[in-house]
């Protein structure tokens, strides 16, 4: 009987703690809802515009303006080419239109003078009708001379090579001292405004799409391991076909390994020799 009174009387003691130490309850309006399923798929993210851009006349590049990874807008001048050649042919041109100019300005005034002679039957009409088809001549001699002007002037513009639209430069095919000529490619411009997503969805979840439903898209940069685990076959072990990318590979693989070796080792102690510095410093003052 000792016994069981002490067992009522501590149970009594612990009933208020209990009470006070209960969890408030809450409550909520149950709402029926679609469960809500996330799909992972792996894609491509893929430019509207781009373009491998080349020269639309032939000559020597003397200048290269941009490299890769570049950010151009449109019209920004990417490549020019030695003009000398053409801006000589434009003078040429030049000077011949202003010759043929002189030949139909003395062949109108012998016209006019041999058309005030036929009245007074001084001149042969004859000799009147070969004056005339001389000037109508010369007229198209000094038409062509135009023309040819302007060509000169238009080669002369198309000797820099402008972005057609604005982006990123992707690829750079050319140096300057080279030769290139239309249709050579000499830069690859992808556009950098529009992009567009390209994955595959499975079928059994084409029930379950709409127009409505929300896409979130992420760009995930390779990873330094994944990069050197698929360069190290390239470099470590020759085969057909390696020969061109080997020296590039290497290149991209011991920088890789020596920076990550960099990080490991030196950039930790330094990390901890300038926290224990600091330490000190904080202490003496």
């Not at 130490?21 to 798929?41: C, G």
């Not at 085969?239 to 990318?245: A, F, I, K, R, V």
Request: proline share 4%; charged share 20%; glycine share 6%.
């Amino acid at each position: 009987m000792f016994a069981f009174r002490i067992i009522i009387l501590t149970l009594s003691s612990l009933l208020p703690a209990l009470v006070n130490a209960a969890t408030p309850v809450s409550l909520a309006k149950v709402e029926m809802q679609q469960p809500v399923r996330e799909l992972m798929i792996n894609g491509t993210l893929s430019a509207d515009q781009s373009a491998r851009l080349s020269a639309a006349v032939a000559g020597l590049v003397s200048r290269v303006r941009v490299d890769i990874g570049d950010v151009v807008d449109t019209g920004d001048v990417l490549l020019e080419l030695d003009p000398e050649l053409n801006r000589l042919a434009l003078q040429q041109a030049q000077a011949t239109r202003r010759q043929q100019q002189s030949a139909l300005n003395d062949a109108q005034r012998r016209l006019e003078e041999a058309s005030s002679l036929i009245a007074r039957r001084s001149i042969a009409a004859s000799e009147v009708r070969s004056l005339e088809s001389e000037v109508e001549a010369a007229k198209a001699a000094l038409a062509a001379s135009h023309a040819d002007v302007g060509r000169q002037q238009a080669l002369l513009e198309r000797h820099t090579l402008n972005a057609p639209f604005a982006g990123v430069i992707s690829a750079k095919l050319t140096e300057a001292g080279e030769w290139v000529s239309p249709g050579m490619a000499v830069f690859e411009l992808v556009g950098s405004t529009d992009l567009h997503a390209d994955f595959a969805v499975p079928q059994r979840y084409f029930s379950q799409l709409s127009l409505a439903t929300p896409l979130t898209i992420r760009v995930e940069n390779s990873p330094t391991n994944t990069t050197v685990c698929g360069l190290a076959p390239l470099v470590l072990i020759p085969g057909e076909g390696t020969e061109l990318y080997r020296g590039v590979g290497a290149i991209v693989l011991f920088g890789l390994l020596g920076s990550a070796i960099v990080t490991v080792t030196f950039l930790a102690a330094l990390t901890a020799l300038v926290l224990r510095t600091s330490q000190k410093a904080s202490v003496a003052t």
